[in-house]
């Protein structure tokens, strides 16, 4: 039972932070609710406190009874992108259809919340925005995923970056961005969809190739170590996707590119080093 007492100023107050919360209630959940069903007196309160992009749920074995109680969510240190599904409450029975009261957090634009009550669920949904548009530009463009490589670099595993859900900034946050929500491939500097030959114009016109300078996408730096040489040529043609046009009309049978390709691009590459020298 939460709050059941006698006074109007009894109140309890069950707080969830971040996704590895384990609660567990075997039985009932009453929220300012006696034992014969009826309101009671004072505040029951649910409170979520959401650090990223996924969150602990509270589980009952039995029923939870909710229409006498709040729901308070906040965030700490995390700046919702749209997309994010959050299941507060799991239970056996969902009684009383909706809470009290329901305190939500004001959202970046043209996102918005959708409050969902099943008979099983309360779950929390966050719509609008676009996945991977850091900057809130409203594209996926070479400022997103410049800012993402430089979180991943700097090791911070800021919560708004990890795509993957997993806790971490890596990797694998940036092969999410590139390969599904960009669409396209390691190489393609300019980002127009497919990765050829205008890139090495384009990643060659600021110098920076073996230079230990910093660099970025457009630069150059598709492996994500912050620089641009030879290893970003390995892992752009170890994708496959040199010359074979956009990524979403790859022919059943392509021509065999790849890294069988590599010498013929790095001698390609020196070849306009040497023209721009």
């Known amino acids: 039972n939460m709050t059941n007492g006698v006074g109007d100023l009894a109140e309890s107050t069950l707080r969830v932070r971040g996704p590895d919360a384990t609660v567990q209630i075997n039985g009932d959940l009453r929220m300012a609710i006696d034992g014969f069903g009826d309101p009671a007196l004072g505040t029951a309160t649910l409170h979520a406190v959401i650090t990223g992009s996924s969150h602990s749920t509270i589980v009952v074995g039995e029923s939870a009874m909710i229409e006498n109680g709040n729901l308070v969510v906040e965030f700490d240190g995390y700046t919702p992108r749209g997309g994010e599904t959050y299941d507060i409450l799991a239970a056996s029975q969902i009684e009383g259809g909706n809470f009290s009261e329901v305190t939500l957090p004001d959202l970046p634009d043209e996102r918005t919340w959708d409050v969902q009550v099943t008979d099983s669920l309360v779950r929390l949904m966050i719509s609008?925005?676009?996945?991977?548009?850091?900057?809130?530009?409203?594209?996926?463009?070479?400022?997103?995923?410049?800012?993402?490589?430089?979180?991943?670099?700097?090791?911070?595993?800021?919560?708004?970056?990890?795509?993957?859900?997993?806790?971490?900034?890596?990797?694998?946050?940036?092969?999410?961005?590139i390969s599904q929500l960009r669409n396209?491939?390691?190489?393609?500097?300019?980002?127009?969809?497919?990765?050829?030959?205008?890139?090495?114009?384009?990643?060659?016109?600021?110098?920076?190739?073996?230079?230990?300078?910093?660099?970025?996408?457009?630069?150059?730096?598709?492996n994500g170590d912050g620089i641009f040489g030879t290893s970003d040529?390995?892992?752009?043609?170890?994708?496959?996707?040199?010359?074979?046009?956009?990524?979403?009309?790859?022919?059943?049978?392509?021509?065999?590119?790849?890294?069988?390709?590599?010498?013929?691009?790095?001698?390609?590459?020196?070849?306009?080093?040497r023209r721009r020298q």
């Not at 892992?235 to 021509?255: L, R």
Request: proline content about 4%.
């Open 128 to 177: 609008g925005g676009l996945l991977g548009d850091f900057d809130g530009s409203g594209a996926l463009d070479a400022a997103d995923i410049d800012q993402l490589t430089g979180i991943a670099l700097a090791g911070s595993n800021d919560a708004a970056f990890d795509l993957t859900s997993d806790g971490l900034v890596n990797a694998e946050d940036r092969t999410v961005w």
């Open 233 to 273: 040529f390995v892992a752009a043609f170890s994708d496959g996707g040199f010359e074979i046009g956009p990524k979403g009309a790859v022919s059943a049978v392509p021509e065999p590119h790849g890294v069988m390709a590599l010498p013929l691009a790095v001698l390609l590459a020196f070849g306009l080093l």
């Open 184 to 222: 396209t491939y390691l190489g393609d500097a300019n980002l127009d969809g497919e990765f050829n030959s205008s890139d090495f114009v384009a990643v060659f016109t600021d110098g920076k190739f073996e230079t230990g300078q910093p660099a970025t996408w457009g630069q150059g730096d598709w």
